[in-house]
């Protein structure tokens, strides 16, 4: 399992990237991998505030269903509305396809989530 290193992990298989002001939240490959053939991502709501494992919303594939939860406390800013019609991007590349971004509460909560190298332990 190939990680990017400039991010970092929740347990619950989202990944958090800074991106100047807001941090991009997306699930693992690992995570899309478990899920097989995604075709809904949804039910994310901007400008609601999260703490740190609420649930953001949910993606469903032809498997199951599964919740996204916030990695980090802060407000939803956007959601990446292309996944409403093309939900198999996350597939298709997991590491460059955000679901949603967030205005942190407080960055360095990030410190708190897994390395690439941490969650590539917990998850072989």
Do not use: C
């Not at 190939?2 to 800074?18: C, G, K, M, N």
């Not at 292309?82 to 996350?90: C, F, T, V, Y």
């Not at 590349?93 to 909560?109: H, L, R, T």
Request: avoid cysteine; aromatic fraction near 8%.
């Amino acid at each position: 399992m190939q990680l990017p290193t400039d991010r970092r992990y929740a347990s619950s298989h989202e990944w958090a990237l800074v991106e100047g002001d807001e941090v991009l939240v997306g699930i693992t490959d690992f995570a899309q991998e478990q899920l097989g053939d995604l075709v809904f991502v949804g039910d994310f709501k901007t400008g609601v505030h999260l703490a740190a494992g609420d649930l953001a919303g949910v993606v469903e594939s032809v498997k199951a269903a599964s919740d996204i939860y916030a990695p980090i406390a802060g407000t939803v800013t956007a959601f990446n509305e292309q996944l409403e019609a093309e939900p198999g991007e996350l597939n298709e590349k997991p590491y460059e396809s955000w679901i949603f971004k967030m205005k942190a509460d407080n960055v360095a909560d990030l410190e708190q989530l897994l390395s690439a190298e941490q969650y590539q332990k917990e998850n072989t």
